[in-house]
């Protein structure tokens, strides 16, 4: 009952906003982790690039590609964002009994990190995009292909199994407890909206680029999402300390958020060739 009053229309959207600005970083951090890792590889192999916010560019002949160029320029990303992911999941650990904010950005800076792997994997296979290239290059056979997509799926599954505790946790920084009367409320807020809000602010920062992972990551995503929903859902009530809670603004992160979005949308605006 002590909760029932913070149920309203304002603090659903404060926790909304919050949420979707945690996403949307998160999702621009592994976006240029990646990014500039691939310029970086690719400058190791004294190839010609260009990059701006949204695209890297290899002006190089096709002989130029060897296996091993190509299986590092592609793979090292994925390979970094999977430990940035274990990383961030250490610390949403290390703050778990606190109510901090900061909390909602390593939730879906991990979920974001083990959707690009495992998702990347999954989709990037199947369409031959992205880290699928390396696939093409190993010439694996369909076997092969069909046992790397499986991994990505488990992979996806793997990652919604562990991160449902996490999901349902997050709810300690507004709430004394989650229970079937505020979970339809919390989860709508703090999952649901910002998914929906947050892949449209970002599909609208890459426009008119958009590339194949920003295009198609959604909807892995998505599928970690119902299943940690559907699990949470099925969870007794979780009850935290009996510290007043307060739901607002987290400056933080919205300003952090919208640094990052017109930053780098404005200083990479233009091809930079190196």
Same mark, same amino acid.
């Given at each position: 009952?002590?909760?029932?009053?913070?149920?309203?229309?304002?603090?659903?959207?404060?926790?909304?906003?919050?949420?979707?600005?945690?996403?949307?970083?998160?999702?621009?951090?592994?976006?240029?982790?990646?990014?500039?890792?691939?310029?970086?590889?690719?400058?190791?192999?004294?190839?010609?690039? #260009?990059?701006?916010?949204?695209?890297?560019?290899?002006?190089?002949?096709?002989?130029?590609?060897?296996?091993?160029?190509?299986?590092?320029?592609?793979?090292? #990303?994925?390979? +970094? $964002?999977?430990?940035?992911?274990?990383?961030?999941?250490?610390? @949403?650990?290390?703050?778990?009994?606190?109510?901090?904010?900061?909390?909602?950005?390593?939730?879906?800076?991990?979920?974001?990190?083990?959707?690009?792997? @495992?998702?990347?994997? +999954? $989709?990037?296979?199947? @369409?031959?995009?992205?880290?699928?290239?390396?696939?093409?290059?190993?010439?694996?056979?369909?076997?092969?292909?069909?046992?790397?997509?499986?991994?990505?799926?488990?992979?996806?599954?793997?990652?919604?199994?562990?991160?449902?505790?996490?999901?349902?946790?997050?709810?300690?920084?507004?709430?004394?407890? +989650?229970?079937?009367?505020? @979970?339809?409320?919390?989860?709508?807020?703090?999952?649901?909206?910002?998914?929906?809000?947050?892949?449209?602010?970002?599909?609208?920062?890459?426009?008119?680029?958009?590339?194949?992972?920003?295009?198609?990551?959604?909807?892995?995503?998505?599928?970690?999402?119902?299943?940690?929903?559907?699990?949470?859902?099925?969870?007794?009530?979780?009850?935290?300390?009996?510290?007043?809670?307060?739901?607002?603004?987290?400056?933080? $992160?919205?300003?952090?958020?919208?640094?990052?979005?017109?930053?780098?949308?404005?200083?990479?605006?233009?091809?930079?060739?190196?």
């Amino acid at each position: 009952m002590k909760n029932d009053f913070k149920l309203t229309k304002e603090n659903f959207w404060i926790i909304a906003i919050n949420s979707t600005s945690a996403y949307v970083l998160a999702f621009l951090f592994i976006f240029y982790i990646n990014h500039f890792v691939k310029i970086l590889i690719a400058l190791s192999y004294r190839y010609e690039v #260009g990059f701006d916010w949204s695209i890297v560019s290899y002006y190089i002949e096709a002989p130029e590609w060897t296996h091993d160029s190509v299986t590092l320029i592609f793979a090292s #990303g994925p390979i +970094l $964002i999977f430990i940035v992911g274990l990383i961030s999941l250490i610390a @949403f650990w290390s703050l778990v009994e606190e109510p901090a904010r900061l909390k909602t950005f390593f939730m879906w800076l991990t979920l974001h990190s083990f959707n690009l792997v @495992f998702g990347g994997l +999954l $989709i990037g296979n199947l @369409f031959k995009k992205g880290v699928g290239h390396v696939f093409n290059w190993m010439y694996l056979t369909d076997t092969s292909k069909m046992i790397v997509s499986l991994l990505g799926f488990v992979g996806l599954l793997g990652t919604a199994y562990i991160m449902s505790k996490p999901v349902a946790i997050s709810a300690n920084s507004y709430f004394n407890q +989650l229970d079937k009367k505020n @979970f339809p409320f919390f989860i709508t807020a703090q999952i649901i909206v910002p998914f929906f809000f947050g892949t449209i602010i970002y599909l609208l920062f890459f426009i008119p680029e958009v590339q194949f992972q920003e295009t198609f990551s959604w909807i892995s995503l998505l599928m970690i999402i119902l299943f940690i929903i559907g699990r949470v859902n099925r969870m007794e009530t979780l009850y935290f300390d009996e510290d007043d809670r307060f739901i607002n603004i987290s400056p933080i $992160i919205v300003i952090t958020s919208l640094i990052v979005i017109i930053s780098f949308r404005i200083l990479l605006r233009n091809e930079i060739l190196i």
